[in-house]
């Protein structure tokens, strides 16, 4: 007698569950790069932090590459979405500005080992492909705000991609890049928002105030 074989699928119970451990993989593993970076990120050592078998990780990543390029990923969706939501904060171009490189100052300095890590840590190549996307959407980002002061007469007229990737990089290399360590780092926010307005043709006729915020928290 012919009996047909079920399929097996899995039911809910089973598939929260591994959406539980799998996060609880990830966040072991950004604990560990946030500690010593990307170089602190081992298949081992992530499964004493996570208190599992080194084979339980293979069956939610396939090796350290894929592992390591995901922890980048989900680091830097949280910090471009802060920065993206900074972007809204009200008032005028050159107070918005400063809001955003504030919010983004403070949450690197709040976490310092990891913003060196998503920024300038030698890495993978999966992770180095991530870190590209990453950087162009700040990019596109900066580009947005940029084209919204070209467009109000706030700013003089100009290539916004070219002057949006500028920032991006002058930003990086001033905060955690190698020409960084012997800057003083009393308000970076301030004189970074000082050399980004005058950058992009914008001269502000006052100094820009340091503002209270509560978005320093760790990225």
């Given at each position: 007698?012919?009996?047909?074989?079920?399929?097996?699928?899995?039911?809910?119970?089973?598939?929260?569950?591994?959406?539980?451990?799998?996060?609880?993989?990830?966040?072991?593993?950004?604990?560990?790069?946030?500690?010593?970076?990307?170089?602190?990120?081992?298949?081992?050592?992530?499964?004493g932090e996570a208190k599992v078998?080194?084979?339980?990780?293979?069956?939610?990543?396939d090796n350290k590459s894929v592992?390591?390029?995901?922890?980048?990923?989900?680091?830097?969706?949280?910090?471009?979405?802060?920065?993206?939501?900074?972007?809204?904060?009200?008032?005028?171009?050159?107070?918005?500005?400063?809001?955003?490189?504030?919010?983004?100052?403070?949450?690197?300095?709040?976490?310092?080992?990891?913003?060196?890590?998503?920024?300038?840590?030698?890495?993978?190549?999966?992770?180095?492909?991530?870190?590209?996307?990453?950087?162009?959407?700040?990019?596109?980002?900066?580009?947005?705000?940029?084209?919204?002061?070209?467009?109000?007469?706030?700013?003089?007229?100009?290539?916004?991609?070219?002057?949006?990737?500028?920032?991006?990089?002058?930003?990086?290399?001033?905060?955690?890049?190698?020409?960084?360590?012997?800057?003083?780092?009393?308000?970076?926010?301030?004189?970074?928002t000082q050399f980004c307005l005058?950058?992009?043709?914008?001269?502000?006729?006052?100094?820009?105030?340091?503002?209270?915020?509560?978005?320093?928290?760790?990225?």
């Amino acid at each position: 007698m012919w009996i047909p074989i079920m399929a097996y699928r899995e039911t809910d119970t089973v598939r929260a569950r591994k959406a539980a451990q799998r996060a609880h993989l990830l966040r072991c593993a950004e604990s560990l790069v946030r500690d010593g970076g990307f170089a602190n990120l081992t298949m081992q050592t992530l499964a004493g932090e996570a208190k599992v078998g080194v084979g339980t990780l293979y069956r939610y990543f396939d090796n350290k590459s894929v592992l390591a390029a995901e922890v980048f990923r989900c680091a830097t969706e949280r910090e471009v979405a802060a920065v993206a939501e900074a972007m809204d904060h009200d008032g005028p171009f050159a107070q918005r500005l400063s809001h955003v490189l504030r919010v983004f100052v403070s949450r690197a300095e709040s976490a310092p080992r990891l913003a060196w890590s998503l920024i300038a840590e030698p890495v993978d190549p999966a992770v180095d492909a991530e870190r590209l996307l990453y950087r162009r959407r700040y990019a596109e980002l900066y580009q947005q705000f940029l084209t919204e002061g070209v467009d109000s007469a706030v700013l003089p007229a100009q290539d916004t991609a070219i002057s949006a990737a500028a920032m991006v990089g002058a930003i990086a290399e001033a905060l955690v890049g190698p020409l960084s360590e012997p800057l003083p780092r009393s308000d970076l926010a301030a004189s970074l928002t000082q050399f980004c307005l005058r950058a992009v043709g914008m001269s502000p006729a006052h100094p820009i105030m340091p503002q209270s915020s509560s978005s320093g928290e760790n990225p």
